[in-house]
């Protein structure tokens, strides 16, 4: 058994989510912390909403909501969608609690005393129209590296690269166009520098494994060629108070300082909730420990440059040395998984343009697996993917139906009609062998898959492996079998059936989940397959601490009966009753009916 951290990307509280996010974030990271537990691992999966930052407050500006209630709007939202995606977050919580505050401020403290901040004046972007400071992302200009005329102020989407707000050319306001005024600021800056050939080494070592996606390790090494020191602090009231700067309430922690920290800190939470305080330490601090970070290609800058370097200048593991804090020397990532874009048809996903899908939307209308199911058949894993409704329509009939759906349903059928119950076999012939042991071997075909995150392949295959049972069933045609003589015959090739249609929805569970636990009731199963998530209301830890709250509602769920990744010997004699459909077959006017909203 290995101990594995499942990292997963904090959604922004500027609004609902839309599916390329969930793509990216929350998919990938659900079925391979499911197969992880079914594997016999002991995983921590952890995340929560994002709720500090500029952009909170312009937003909450629009709406005429104080920022809080704005976050804690949106958080329930966020809180809702994910539940009902199914998961299984052992604790999903949020930035703006006092445990989380206090657990960013011991990292800074610790980093500063390591010497890996440093104070330094630089120009802060101002409004001309509101005196009000205007956060890196909006700003907005052409990028002095590759000419992209749409980069931030603090990074460039076409090429990748960081960048400050003064590099831009022609930089501009996104919110109201003017151009910024720059005024002299002092700031505390992360010195990357100092923590350049740590970072390197620490990379060529992940590069040595293997184990990476070539695009990720080498976005990440390339960066390191213009590494330099970067801001940690913005001129900002909405945030995570500096320490040492409590006299001036308009600094505080740059957003993406504290929102990586987000992950220690809700490993920490988790385990103050558990009632066992030091637990989290198991996955920090152990180095034989693992850990997979997963997000969108946005976010690689922040998962493989500055939150290694906060750990490494934590740990006193750069060039001017210095001891670890109180947590101890922390884990720096396995891996950093990070997917492509999901764009809408030929275009990019964005609120903003009504080019967009939320998540709430697209599962109160087709339900939370036929999402999972094509996110992880047609996502955008290595390169970016165009969802388009006439495909998801398609995917949906032709493989959830009329491959896995069809299955189940037709074993279901027979069996009910002719026993009622699993029946028993008889010898087993080579046709029997052949489909029994293809089914079988895909636990470690589909397993291995998962666990290198080629979800598309992984799926894919387990597929091919339903095939084969479809392929089974037209070959022995036990709906033929009707003669008494026969009987013992079609008894076999039914319980051979419902024997591989058990391993298939096993193999398909970490996809499908929720279709994992109709199918398994389909076969005469009690109680729930594969255990889900659930929702909590908990007090605030340190009340006062944070961002005013008494209570929130956190993710969460008991995971321990999730069955094992292994072939379950089927129970002659169990009750089958006539099964209803799995799934549900979208008729082709859908596609106009969702291209109309």
Same mark, same amino acid.
């Given at each position: $058994?290995?101990?594995?951290?499942?990292?997963?990307?904090?959604?922004?509280?500027?609004?609902?989510?839309?599916?390329?996010? %969930?793509?990216?974030? *929350?998919?990938?990271?659900?079925?391979?912390?499911?197969?992880?537990?079914?594997?016999?691992?002991? %995983?921590? $999966?952890?995340?929560?909403?994002?709720?500090?930052?500029?952009?909170?407050?312009?937003?909450?500006?629009?709406?005429?909501?104080?920022?809080?209630?704005?976050?804690?709007?949106?958080?329930?939202?966020?809180?809702?969608?994910?539940?009902?995606?199914?998961?299984?977050?052992?604790?999903?919580?949020?930035?703006?609690?006092?445990?989380?505050?206090?657990?960013?401020?011991?990292? !800074?403290?610790?980093?500063?005393?390591?010497?890996?901040?440093?104070?330094?004046?630089?120009?802060?972007?101002?409004?001309?129209?509101?005196?009000?400071?205007?956060?890196?992302?909006?700003?907005?200009?052409?990028?002095?590296?590759?000419?992209?005329?749409?980069?931030?102020? /603090?990074? #460039?989407?076409?090429?990748?690269?960081?960048?400050?707000?003064?590099?831009?050319?022609?930089?501009?306001?996104?919110?109201?166009?003017?151009?910024?005024?720059?005024?002299?600021?002092?700031?505390?800056?992360?010195?990357?520098?100092?923590?350049? /050939?740590?970072?390197?080494?620490? &990379?060529?070592?992940?590069?040595?494994?293997?184990?990476?996606?070539?695009?990720?390790?080498? @976005?990440?090494?390339?960066?390191?060629?213009?590494?330099?020191?970067?801001?940690?602090?913005?001129?900002?009231?909405?945030?995570?108070?500096?320490?040492?700067?409590?006299?001036?309430?308009?600094?505080?922690?740059? %957003?993406?300082?504290?929102?990586?920290? *987000?992950?220690?800190?809700?490993?920490?939470?988790?385990?103050?909730?558990?009632?066992?305080?030091?637990?989290?330490?198991?996955?920090?601090?152990?180095?034989?420990?693992?850990?997979?970070? !997963?997000? *969108?290609?946005?976010?690689? +800058?922040?998962?493989?440059?500055?939150?290694?370097?906060?750990?490494?200048?934590?740990?006193?593991?750069?060039?001017?040395?210095?001891?670890?804090?109180?947590?101890?020397?922390?884990?720096?990532?396995?891996?950093?998984?990070?997917?492509? @874009?999901?764009?809408?048809?030929?275009?990019?996903?964005?609120?903003?343009?009504?080019?967009?899908?939320?998540?709430?939307?697209?599962?109160?209308?087709?339900?939370? /697996?036929?999402?999972?199911?094509?996110?992880?058949?047609?996502?955008?894993?290595?390169?970016?993917?165009?969802?388009?409704?006439?495909?998801?329509?398609?995917?949906?009939?032709?493989?959830?139906?009329?491959?896995?759906?069809?299955?189940?349903?037709?074993?279901?059928?027979?069996?009910?009609?002719?026993?009622?119950?699993?029946?028993?076999?008889?010898?087993?012939?080579?046709?029997?062998?052949?489909?029994?042991?293809?089914?079988?071997?895909?636990?470690?075909?589909?397993?291995?898959?998962?666990?290198?995150?080629?979800?598309?392949?992984?799926?894919?295959?387990?597929?091919? +492996?339903?095939?084969?049972?479809?392929?089974?069933?037209?070959?022995?045609?036990?709906?033929?079998?009707?003669?008494?003589?026969?009987?013992?015959?079609?008894?076999?090739?039914?319980?051979?059936?419902?024997? #591989?249609?058990?391993? #298939?929805?096993?193999?398909?569970?970490?996809? &499908?989940?929720?279709?994992?636990?109709?199918?398994?009731?389909?076969?005469?199963?009690?109680?729930? !397959? $594969?255990?889900?998530?659930?929702?909590?209301?908990?007090?605030?830890?340190?009340?006062?601490?944070?961002?005013?709250?008494?209570?929130?509602?956190?993710?969460?769920?008991?995971?321990?009966?999730?069955?094992?990744?292994?072939?379950?010997? +089927?129970?002659?004699?169990?009750?089958?009753?006539?099964?209803?459909?799995?799934?549900?077959?979208?008729?082709?006017?859908?596609?106009?009916?969702?291209?109309?909203?």
């Amino acid at each position: $058994m290995t101990r594995v951290l499942s990292a997963v990307a904090w959604p922004y509280t500027n609004g609902p989510r839309h599916i390329g996010h %969930v793509a990216g974030f *929350g998919v990938p990271s659900d079925v391979f912390s499911r197969y992880m537990r079914m594997a016999g691992h002991d %995983v921590l $999966m952890v995340s929560g909403t994002d709720e500090h930052g500029t952009p909170i407050l312009v937003l909450a500006d629009n709406e005429g909501l104080p920022p809080r209630e704005l976050v804690d709007k949106y958080n329930q939202v966020i809180v809702d969608d994910l539940v009902g995606l199914g998961l299984s977050y052992d604790l999903f919580t949020r930035t703006t609690t006092g445990n989380h505050y206090a657990v960013v401020q011991e990292m !800074f403290e610790t980093c500063r005393r390591n010497g890996y901040m440093v104070e330094e004046t630089t120009k802060t972007a101002i409004s001309p129209s509101t005196g009000r400071t205007l956060p890196d992302r909006y700003i907005e200009g052409t990028c002095p590296i590759c000419r992209y005329p749409e980069a931030r102020g /603090d990074q #460039c989407d076409n090429c990748g690269n960081q960048l400050d707000p003064t590099d831009l050319i022609d930089p501009r306001s996104r919110i109201n166009g003017e151009t910024p005024e720059f005024r002299d600021t002092q700031h505390w800056f992360l010195d990357l520098p100092a923590l350049a /050939d740590a970072l390197g080494e620490w &990379l060529d070592e992940r590069e040595a494994t293997g184990l990476w996606r070539p695009n990720v390790i080498k @976005f990440s090494q390339n960066i390191l060629k213009e590494i330099r020191p970067r801001a940690m602090t913005r001129d900002i009231d909405w945030g995570i108070p500096v320490p040492g700067w409590e006299d001036q309430p308009t600094k505080r922690l740059y %957003v993406w300082f504290d929102a990586v920290i *987000g992950y220690l800190s809700a490993s920490i939470e988790w385990a103050r909730r558990l009632g066992e305080p030091e637990k989290w330490r198991e996955w920090w601090n152990d180095a034989e420990a693992e850990s997979y970070y !997963f997000m *969108g290609k946005d976010n690689i +800058v922040f998962h493989s440059q500055i939150w290694p370097a906060e750990l490494l200048a934590y740990n006193g593991a750069g060039a001017r040395g210095g001891e670890p804090g109180g947590f101890g020397t922390l884990n720096l990532p396995t891996e950093v998984v990070s997917s492509e @874009f999901l764009t809408f048809g030929d275009a990019q996903f964005s609120s903003s343009r009504g080019n967009v899908i939320y998540v709430g939307d697209f599962l109160s209308r087709y339900g939370a /697996d036929a999402l999972r199911y094509y996110i992880c058949a047609a996502g955008p894993e290595t390169s970016d993917a165009a969802f388009t409704w006439a495909d998801f329509v398609t995917r949906n009939n032709s493989e959830l139906v009329a491959g896995w759906g069809n299955l189940v349903n037709r074993t279901a059928t027979m069996i009910a009609k002719s026993f009622g119950e699993i029946p028993a076999s008889g010898p087993l012939e080579e046709v029997d062998e052949q489909v029994l042991s293809t089914v079988r071997g895909g636990f470690d075909s589909v397993g291995a898959l998962i666990g290198k995150h080629r979800l598309r392949a992984a799926v894919a295959e387990a597929m091919r +492996v339903v095939g084969e049972v479809n392929k089974y069933l037209t070959v022995t045609e036990p709906y033929k079998m009707k003669d008494d003589a026969q009987r013992e015959r079609l008894g076999t090739v039914l319980h051979v059936a419902a024997q #591989c249609v058990s391993d #298939c929805n096993t193999l398909l569970s970490p996809f &499908l989940p929720h279709a994992a636990n109709k199918v398994h009731e389909v076969l005469g199963g009690e109680g729930t !397959f $594969m255990p889900m998530p659930r929702i909590e209301q908990v007090e605030e830890l340190e009340a006062g601490n944070g961002a005013g709250h008494v209570s929130y509602s956190i993710i969460t769920g008991e995971y321990s009966a999730t069955p094992a990744w292994e072939s379950r010997p +089927v129970v002659a004699g169990t009750p089958v009753a006539k099964p209803t459909p799995v799934f549900t077959k979208l008729d082709p006017s859908v596609v106009e009916e969702e291209l109309s909203r």
